[in-house]
């Protein structure tokens, strides 16, 4: 009786320590962008995405290389390049939005991506395209159109009160595209390189990539909207960025955050059902209102929050539906041996 229990109770606990997990690193990364904004009041965004991403390379390579340098040859350079350019394009738009728009609203159109993952998975890999995964996209879609544009749907909103698109969501949109894209990539390089492969040639590209922008004085040229189309003049000293030694501490701390996303969100879902710990990775949004509000006086408005309430659950419809499909599958499989067996 007491080993039945014990093997009972054995999924339940495993069950809570991965949303413990979970939830380390949804409050992770919600510090993470609340110290990009903090951070983007001193420094340039490109400056932040290389300071960011050198920080995470020293404290990767000793992990990388302890076995020596064999462990790390690759016969797939190029699509490492390509995944780093991919990977620092969407930083770098993802960074630069930040500074200009409310946590909030930033972590929720993010959840978009899976979205785009999704279409992606249908157009590429020729995924079964079903009502559910269209209905989900579309239910999205609408909820981002809530959080991107919530004075088209006041009624109350006076002509002076209209404060239009807010441009900085296209550099959203943008970094979506390029983590979607640098999804596709991830799941080739998946099936023949070692995960610690994969994230060294990314940081080390992606180093390469952001030196020459972080480095160089940009002059504005003209305005689209309220975004500054710039041209670089000059490369600039290292005395002449100014660090200060808080700076530095916030790039520690972007480093600390890095490694407790990535290793509790592995942790997650190698110890916990994918069904019970995704739900929580919505919190992240609670946490951003939470920071936002409180360092930066950000303050939604009830249509954004209907735009989070309809991407969370176009989300959680979608990961429920994906569960129903699996378990009939599961067992059609399972009622197919059965037959074979006779």
């Known amino acids: 009786m007491q080993k039945a229990n014990t093997i009972h109770s054995a999924p339940i606990q495993n069950n809570m320590l991965g949303i413990v997990y979970m939830m380390v690193h949804v409050i992770a990364l919600a510090v993470l962008y609340a110290a990009v904004k903090s951070l983007t009041k001193d420094l340039s965004s490109s400056l932040i995405v290389f300071l960011y991403k050198i920080s995470i390379l020293i404290f990767i390579i000793p992990w990388c290389f302890y076995q020596g340098i064999s462990g790390m040859k690759t016969n797939r350079i190029w699509l490492h390049v390509t995944r780093a350019f991919l990977s620092i394009m969407g930083q770098l738009c993802m ?3 930040i500074k200009h728009i409310r946590l909030s609203d930033v972590t929720a159109v993010q ?3 899976h979205v785009i993952v999704l279409i992606i998975g249908i157009l590429y890999f020729k995924e079964k395209a079903t009502k559910t995964k269209f209905a989900a996209i579309a239910l ?8 991107v544009r919530s004075d088209w749907f006041d009624p109350n909103a006076a002509s002076s009160e209209f404060k239009g698109f807010n441009t900085y969501f296209i550099f959203v949109f943008l970094a979506l595209m390029f983590w979607a894209m640098n999804n ?5 390089l998946g099936k023949t390189e070692k995960t610690k492969v ?17 480095f160089m004085n940009w002059e504005v040229i003209t305005h689209v909207g309220p975004i500054e189309i710039s041209y670089p003049t000059y490369f600039v000293n290292f005395e002449d960025l100014n ?8 790039i520690l701390l972007f480093a600390l955050c890095y490694f407790m996303h990535v ?3 592995f942790k997650a879902y190698k110890h916990a059902e994918l069904s019970v710990i995704i739900p929580f990775e919505y919190t992240r949004l609670i946490f951003a209102g939470i920071l936002g509000y409180h360092f930066f006086n950000e303050m939604p408005t009830a249509f954004n929050l209907y735009g989070y ?18 378990k009939r599958t599961q067992a059609k499989k399972e009622l197919a041996d059965e037959f074979s067996q006779q």
């Open 309 to 326: 309430l309809m991407i969370i659950g176009a989300g959680l419809y979608l990961l429920r539906s994906e569960r129903r499909r699996l």
């Open 140 to 147: 999205s879609f609408l909820g981002a159109l809530l959080v």
């Open 263 to 265: 290793i509790f969100h």
């Open 111 to 113: 959840y978009l991506e």
């Open 184 to 188: 596709t990539v991830i799941k080739i």
């Open 243 to 250: 660090l200060q030694p808080q700076h530095i501490s916030y």
């Open 95 to 97: 960074f630069y939005a």
């Open 198 to 214: 994969q994230l060294f040639y990314v940081i080390l590209f992606s180093c390469i990539f952001a030196f020459p922008i972080a």
